[in-house]
């Protein structure tokens, strides 16, 4: 499923200060691939979505891996996928009676009504680098003007500014050995 750019063109507009007919072609191409890494980095759709997974429970409890959970339609177990009762969804986790054993699967309402601010902004920020530089120019005179571009405008990549206003989207797992 194509999953919709997290940002429009006349938001691309707005954020460079442009008309929207003063955008190229290319503007929908940028918000797209800017979405796409976008949602890579936080491992998150962002988008209202209804999804199906298939989950292992881990001490009785099972984490839905898209944010926020919205609601939680079904909860099935066994090979012939029999409805489970006495589930409880706590925040983005369900906790499952001790009777289920091996995999659930899980079909459930996930995302935001609208984009986070601060998402569409690293999206908006990554679209405009590129739309701006699009040839990945380190450094450019023409006459008497020299223009020298940073780093982080080269190419279609998060710098770590956006990196880290990504992170609190992303689920960190921790692995810890027991003897």
Do not use: C
């Not at 936080?42 to 209202?48: E, K, N, Y």
């Not at 739309?131 to 020298?148: F, H, I, K, W, Y």
């Amino acid at each position: 499923m194509v999953l919709p750019p997290l940002a429009t063109v006349d938001e691309l507009a707005a954020w460079m200060q442009r008309d929207p007919a003063e955008l190229p072609s290319s503007a929908p191409m940028a918000l797209d691939t800017a979405s796409a890494i976008v949602r890579a980095e936080a491992r998150q759709s962002f988008t209202r979505r209804h999804t199906t997974v298939a989950l292992y429970p881990r001490a009785g409890w099972a984490t839905l891996p898209q944010r926020p959970v919205i609601t939680v339609d079904a909860v099935r177990a066994g090979s012939v996928l029999d409805p489970v009762s006495g589930w409880t969804l706590v925040r983005d986790r369900i906790r499952l009676p001790r009777s289920v054993g091996g995999p659930v699967v899980v079909t459930y309402t996930h995302g935001y009504a609208t984009v986070p601010p601060d998402v569409r902004a690293v999206v908006l920020t990554l679209a405009g680098r590129v739309l701006n530089n699009p040839a990945d120019l380190r450094q450019e005179t023409v006459g008497g003007v020299s223009v020298t571009y940073a780093s982080e405008t080269i190419g279609a990549s998060l710098a770590p500014a956006d990196r880290d206003l990504l992170a609190r989207y992303r689920r960190v797992a921790a692995v810890v050995r027991l003897k």
